[in-house]
């Protein structure tokens, strides 16, 4: 009895398996069979209303570069006692170390002349160019090195890049196939804000590579020769001349002194007469005080 429920349960679950199966295979043969709008295969491979730009995948973000990208820029201010020739000896320096002038330029003042350089050197070679401005100098004024890493910007401008040139082979896969008037001029917007992505991307990543590989370096020379001024010849001092313009200065100050007496005499003298007619009352009453007190004293 048992061995024949055991049959019976057994083939129960056979046929429940068998239509579970046949059921799978139903559905799948039917999917398999559904035709996609032309919507929905372009929706699939691009979506018009995102900016077409794909996130960076983890092991872009996450995995470390092979070699850090560091941008560095020199500052140095040096005393020579030749600028002129100096300048010529780093424009040489600078080729040597295949560097490049990137501005060069003098500019002469009373006590000598100065000039500022801006060059660039490979950056494995940066220290022993500075050694050797430092040995050419007479005097290192000040001299500082700044370091600025660039990997992390460039790993992510690499990823950006790799993104919109994906982006832009299916623009143009999709561009060949537009059937309305409309998909082809919205496509070929898109496109086109997408290639100028792509250039300022790789605009930005050509700086990075050659400001990581060449180092900035400000060269400021100082002249440190002794100034000796110039003896004035005779002709430069001019002491007749100089003699007239103090004799005539003299006379012009003594002039404009009596001409400004007189100017404040009779310019203010209705003033001065108002306050001379009290004065003079009081003296004559004063002075009849007196010729009468002196009068009764001989009596």
């Keep these: 009895m048992k061995k024949i429920l055991g049959v019976i349960l057994f083939g129960i679950f056979l046929l429940a398996g068998c ?55 020199a500052q140095m201010i040096m005393a020579v006692e030749e600028v002129p020739q100096t300048i010529s000896e780093i424009e040489q320096k600078t080729k040597s170390f295949q560097g490049y002038v990137v501005e060069s330029s003098t500019y002469e003042y009373e006590k000598g002349i100065n000039g500022h350089m801006t060059v660039r050197i490979p950056s494995g070679d940066l220290t022993a160019f500075l050694q ?42 999709l561009l060949n196939q537009a059937e309305t008037t409309e998909d082809l001029l919205k496509i070929s917007d898109d496109l086109a804000r997408v290639q100028e992505d792509i250039e300022q991307l790789e605009g930005r990543k050509k700086y990075i590579e050659n400001r990581t590989d060449f180092a900035q370096v400000n060269l400021t020379i100082e002249d440190s020769s002794v100034y000796i001024p110039e003896v004035t ?26 001409s400004g007496l007189l100017v404040f005499m009779i310019g203010y003298s209705p003033i001065f007469v108002l306050l001379g007619i009290p004065i003079v009352v009081i003296w004559f009453i004063m002075k009849k005080k007196n010729n009468h007190s002196s009068g009764s004293d001989d009596d």
């Design 19 to 73: 239509s579970a199966n046949d059921r799978k295979a139903t559905e799948s043969a039917s999917d398999s069979g559904r035709e996609y709008s032309a919507e929905e295969k372009a929706s699939a491979d691009y979506d018009y209303a995102g900016d077409g730009e794909a996130a960076p995948t983890q092991d872009d973000a996450s995995s470390p570069a092979s070699e850090r990208m560091v941008m560095y820029n």
């Design 132 to 173: 050797q401005m430092e040995d050419m100098s007479d005097k290192v004024i000040q001299k500082t090195i700044e370091g600025q890493d660039v990997t992390e910007e460039y790993i992510d401008l690499e990823s950006r890049l790799r993104a919109k040139r994906a982006l832009e082979t299916r623009l143009l896969d």
């Design 233 to 258: 010849k005779g002709e430069e001092l001019q002491t007749g001349n100089k003699i007239k313009q103090a004799f005539a200065n003299s006379i012009n100050m003594i002039m404009g002194f009596f």
